[in-house]
């Protein structure tokens, strides 16, 4: 098995994993719970503990790659730095509701790098800004996970990008900041299903063991709406506008870098 396969595998486990873990509470009888707090309190740690170890795993197969791991790696390291201190920034002078900053830098690195190094800038942001902003509990894994998806999700875009002949134009910002505004949409409602099932609220809003998937799926519709929706709608906006502001510039400075990091000097072969 190559290095390149085993590599794809962890990323692939990880998000296994993750999907299992958000799952898992509709296929196994639970006793619901007042508080959302309490929610995943049992495996979080162990949530937690494997997603971290899958991640190390992923950045030392990137280092012992090909010359532009170690590289890529160090980047890596510094765009997270950057993301940590802005949702520091963030903690400390809060935005109107579901309004983060961090999700650009995710979003973008991933569309540029790849989506293996979206996911890591996703998982690693929020682990390294939770130990920073005091954010650690049982909801770090699953934000996680949701922020690694993001990242991982972005070179999606790819294929309709060249298509559309945007790369480089202001299409292709545009592109990215409905990108920015789905996913603003789509990590709340992803978040949402890490306490949901523990919940206990009107029947409409609730889930309860023993309902159909078609049910389960309308009342947590009506929950979504009732209760994220505006709150992840500001989020939205504020992913695509940011991205409409800042976009461009940072997607032209990693395009730089990524050039550099995979740039390989081949010396002249003597005609002699």
């Known amino acids: 098995m190559t290095q390149r396969t085993l590599s794809g595998a962890i990323y692939l486990l990880s998000s296994a994993i993750g999907v299992m873990a958000f799952l898992a509470p509709f296929f196994t009888p639970l006793v619901q719970q ?10 979080a740690p162990l949530l937690l503990s494997a997603l971290v170890g899958l991640c190390f795993l992923a950045l030392l197969f990137e280092v012992q790659g090909e010359m532009l791991g170690a590289k890529a790696v160090a980047l890596l390291g510094i765009l997270v730095a950057i993301n940590a201190a802005l949702r520091f920034a963030e903690v400390a002078v809060p935005g109107p509701g579901g309004f983060t900053p961090i999700f650009v830098l995710i979003l973008l690195s991933g569309y540029v790098f790849g989506g293996k190094f979206g996911f890591l800038m996703g998982t690693m942001t929020l682990l390294v800004s939770a130990l920073i902003t005091g954010g650690v509990g049982p909801w770090l894994p699953y934000q996680m996970f949701a922020a690694g998806w993001a990242g991982l999700s972005a070179p999606l875009l790819w294929p309709l990008a060249r298509l559309l002949r945007l790369e480089g134009r202001m299409g292709e910002v545009v592109l990215l900041a409905g990108f920015g505004a789905l996913w603003g949409f789509a990590y709340g409602a992803i978040m949402n299903l890490w306490f949901w099932p523990f919940t206990i609220g009107p029947a409409v809003q609730s889930w309860t063991p023993g309902i159909s998937a078609a049910e389960t799926l309308q009342r947590y ?39 550099r990091l995979t740039f390989v000097y081949q010396p002249e072969r003597s005609l002699a």
Do not use: C, E, K
Not at 34 to 43: I, W
């Open 221 to 259: 519709l009506a929950f979504y709406l009732l209760t994220s929706f505006v709150w992840d709608a500001l989020g939205a906006v504020g992913n695509s506008l940011l991205i409409l502001l800042f976009g461009a510039p940072i997607v032209r400075t990693l395009r730089r870098f990524h050039a």
């Open 34 to 43: 007042d508080s959302g707090q309490q929610a995943g309190a049992a495996t």
